[in-house]
């Protein structure tokens, strides 16, 4: 497991196994089920982030003070290569403590039995694959032969498809991992090869085609804040309509044309005239036009492209630390007073607010109203 500082908070510290390492494996609905169950089981102030459950975010209490904390986890979902992100209040107190971390992760990094090589069989055959479908399809292959990551290049998209081979391949079915905002499976017979598979992978990228030339779309006409760099399987866009509002949406991939799901981000006074549009608006969605040009014309505005924006004119730091980005995270929360509109971190006035509490408490005050909404 990882455990960095937040960028921008200080030195960064790591803390890591220093074997080597072993070969993953593709792991299903169980696993995820088994690392979900074991973190809430020991971090039950951690709540997930996103549908794909790699990205948790809480607090931990220690020394008598909350720390936020936000854990990153692998595609695998496998603990031993997570990543932790705090604050450099919390790296210094974990100091003294790497060493549990090195034992932990050393017990997670235990090698897998030895498993004898396969034929030369199994190697030629993979070899008259690899040649029919074409070496330029292929992008690596791991010295055992079991790991293969093929390529494909679609409407000026190059996609990746890693095969993982089991030991009784081809008579038992491989793994397959890819970016798409869908579930992917391959159907399956001891007679099929890596061509089956990457032709029904052909298929796949075919009909994500609207999707991504929807999503393509929005990331060059628009200023996306989240995410910053997305991946092919990323359905949510939070884009930016003006000075401290934005639009959360949500596209289904099935249906990319059709109206998202939207949230409107920002001071009640703002988003409420546009909550007003797309209700008035919402039957001029033609699903013949592009997702982009439908939003302009159910809401009326003009995205700003972030090419042709000043910095000046979309002030986006928190009020509080002003930062962007903090531990990851960027200001969603919006004061609701028309003269202000300032943004914040939501961690920044939890740590105020407690701070606040605290002071009054003192004093024999014990409650604090916040004027913050959050949206």
Sequence with gaps: MYVSQAQGAGKTAHVRDQRPPVPQRCHGPRAMAETEATLLRQFPLFLPQNRSKTVYEGFISAQGRDFHLRLLLPKDL?????????????????NGYHHIVQQEAALKNKKEPYVLPSPPKFYSSLIGEIRTLGWDKLVYVDPCFSTIKLKADVSGREHLITVKLKAKYPAESPDCVVDFPVPFSVSWT??????????????????????????????????????????????????????????????????????????????????????????????????????????????????????????????????????????????????????????????????????????????????VKSKIKPV
């Excluded at 492209?305 to 004119?313: G, H, Q, V």
């Design 78 to 94: 496998q603990l031993r290569n997570a990543r932790l992100l705090c604050s450099w209040q919390l790296k210094t107190a974990l």
């Design 190 to 367: 001891p007679q099929s090869s890596l061509i089956s598979i990457y032709t029904q992978f052909l298929t796949a990228l075919e009909s994500l085609k609207t999707f991504w030339d929807v999503m393509d779309e929005i990331d060059e006409k628009t200023w996306v804040l989240e995410p910053e760099k997305p991946t092919r399987s990323a359905t949510a866009r939070r884009i930016v309509l003006g000075n401290n509002v934005s639009i959360n949406i949500e596209v289904d991939p099935r249906h990319p044309t059709m109206l998202p799901e939207c949230c409107f981000l920002g001071a009640d006074h703002v988003v409420k005239p546009l909550g007003i549009r797309l209700s008035r608006n919402i039957h001029l969605w033609d699903p013949e036009n592009s997702l982009l040009q439908n939003l302009k014309d159910v809401l009326e505005i003009d995205f700003p492209a972030r090419a042709i924006l000043e910095k000046s004119d979309f002030s986006m730091d928190c009020g509080i630390c002003y930062a962007y980005q903090l531990d990851g995270a960027i200001p969603d929360q919006v004061c609701d007073n028309s003269q202000c509109g300032q943004s914040f971190h939501y961690i920044c006035l939890y740590e105020v607010k407690i701070k606040i509490s605290a002071r009054l408490d003192s004093v024999g005050n014990t409650h």
